[in-house]
């Protein structure tokens, strides 16, 4: 298993170009299902549930041709409409294929997600909306068993806020009967990102970004060509490291309009910015300030940001308080950052920690994806040498994180 070997204490200078996001374009290639017509993707970030989900896609039938970050999907020879176990479980995010393959061929069989590291993150609102879109579902064996004739466009009102719940029912909307609105939609700018692509298949939504999408069935959709959106929460890692670690970064392809919550906090944190049209130069050279956050949907403070600015804030010039909303066991870091030294206490879904001066390196453990991100930024600020194990996380969503951060002055060496 790979490991990253971290000398902290380098202040970071250089530039890094931000990759395109994980969590637009995993439900943008699921949108390959829902065409007989070509695909053609740019921006395709090069990350492991990509590539997971390529090969996920590919099973059904989905033809996959990539040159770098460029992908063509043609979904003119689907046969297989399933998304086994030994998939589904390494991904949640496989879940994405139920809605399109329901909605252009009346059937699929999806493994049911179990629970994973930073919750329980069920998927009965899915199950709920498909259902009131008329599918017929079952649950068997861990199996979604799903059937319909034709989905018949409805109201549907999610119980709660879902990202990837949201981003279903809006693709398998496109091709029901008449008109379907979603109210409680997530407004995530992935969301939106995918709705775009959708609209450029031949897709009728209205009230893109906002929590009510309506949308007009069409009998089909056709090939189009998408850039995938800059993904803000790649961009926001390395402003947390350079806001650990100090030093003058800037960061090429982002977008900062999408990145407002994280932009403010680390500003009040003590990060001198300068927005360009697709660019942030960023400079720290103080102790930080700390912040305190509560998580919430967008446009709120991500929850996929929380780890990271509390790795920043272990080092900050005083104490905070961190509440996670959307999750419910989102604070797998804590332990391991105080193995680095950091002075955090969790009291439920709240977490106060205590800035100390200076971290010191110590072999520590991912758990997920952002609390691995959260160790590498805590390692860049930590004297001496950290050992960041189990980084299979980190390359699930992060682009060749440690190429990035050595062409900006980190001391990061992969350890295969
Ligand atoms: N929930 C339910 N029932 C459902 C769906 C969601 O109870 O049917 C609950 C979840 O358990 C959670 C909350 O609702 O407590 C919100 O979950 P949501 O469905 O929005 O999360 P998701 O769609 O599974 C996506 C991202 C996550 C990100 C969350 C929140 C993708 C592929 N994943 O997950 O990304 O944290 O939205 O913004 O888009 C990551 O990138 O590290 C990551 C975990």
């Given at each position: 298993m790979d490991k990253l070997l971290i000398q902290g204490g380098k202040r970071l200078s250089g530039e890094i170009s931000i990759s395109g996001a994980k969590n637009a374009a995993l439900p943008i290639l699921c949108a390959g299902l829902l065409t007989a017509g070509d695909l053609e993707l740019s921006n395709v970030p090069h990350l492991h549930d990509v590539a997971t989900m390529l090969k996920l896609l590919g099973q059904t039938g989905l033809k996959v041709a990539q040159d770098g970050e460029r992908v063509t999907l043609n979904g003119s020879a689907i046969t297989k409409l399933e998304a086994p176990y030994e998939m589904v479980k390494t991904m949640r995010a496989s879940i994405l294929v139920l809605?399109?393959?329901?909605?252009?061929?009346?059937?699929?069989?999806?493994?049911?997600?179990?629970?994973?590291?930073?919750?329980?993150?069920?998927?009965?609102q899915h199950i709920k909306g498909l259902q009131a879109l008329g599918a017929?579902?079952?649950?068997?064996?861990?199996y979604i068993y799903a059937?319909?004739?034709?989905?018949?466009?409805?109201?549907?009102?999610?119980?709660?806020?879902?990202?990837?719940?949201?981003?279903?029912?809006?693709?398998?909307a496109t091709l029901a009967e008449g008109e379907t609105i979603l109210e409680n939609a997530a407004r995530e700018p992935e969301v939106t990102d995918l709705a775009h692509l959708l609209v450029a298949m031949g897709a009728k939504i209205e009230g893109i970004g906002t929590d009510r999408?309506?949308?007009?069935?069409?009998?089909?959709?056709?090939?189009?060509?998408?850039?995938?959106?800059?993904?803000?929460?790649?961009?926001?890692?390395?402003?947390?490291?350079?806001?650990?670690?100090?030093?003058?970064?800037?960061?090429?392809?982002?977008?900062?309009?999408?990145?407002?919550?994280?932009?403010?906090?680390?500003?009040?944190?003590?990060?001198?910015?300068?927005?360009?049209?697709?660019?942030?130069?960023?400079?720290?050279?103080?102790?930080?300030?700390?912040?305190?956050?509560?998580?919430?949907?967008?446009?709120?403070?991500?929850?996929?940001m929380q780890a990271q600015f509390m790795a920043v804030n272990t080092v900050a010039d005083g104490a905070s308080r961190v509440t996670e909303t959307i999750f419910e066991n989102r604070f797998m870091h804590v332990q391991e950052m105080n193995r680095l030294g950091a002075a955090i206490e969790t009291d439920?879904?709240?977490?106060?920690?205590?800035?100390?001066?200076?971290?010191?390196?110590?072999?520590?453990?991912?758990?997920?994806?952002r609390a691995s991100a959260s160790l590498v930024i805590a390692a860049l600020a930590a004297r001496g040498e950290t050992l960041v194990d189990r980084i299979y996380h980190l390359d699930r969503g992060y682009d060749r994180m440690e190429v990035k951060l050595s062409a900006v002055g980190a001391d990061i060496r992969r350890i295969k």
């Open positions: 809605g399109p393959l329901l909605a252009r061929f009346g059937e699929a069989k999806v493994s049911l997600p179990g629970g994973c590291a930073i919750g329980s993150r069920p998927v009965d017929e579902i079952s649950i068997e064996g861990g059937k319909c004739k034709k989905l018949k466009g409805t109201r549907i009102v999610t119980d709660m806020i879902t990202v990837t719940g949201t981003e279903n029912l809006l693709m398998a999408l309506v949308i007009q069935g069409v009998p089909e959709l056709h090939g189009a060509k998408h850039a995938v959106i800059s993904d803000r929460i790649e961009a926001a890692t390395f402003l947390c490291a350079v806001a650990a670690a100090g030093g003058d970064i800037t960061l090429r392809n982002t977008r900062t309009d999408i990145m407002d919550a994280a932009l403010d906090k680390l500003r009040e944190m003590g990060l001198e910015m300068t927005i360009g049209t697709d660019s942030i130069r960023a400079q720290m050279h103080r102790r930080p300030t700390p912040v305190s956050f509560r998580t919430t949907e967008y446009p709120g403070f991500p929850t996929d439920g879904n709240t977490a106060f920690i205590k800035g100390v001066e200076q971290l010191i390196g110590a072999p520590v453990m991912a758990t997920d994806l």
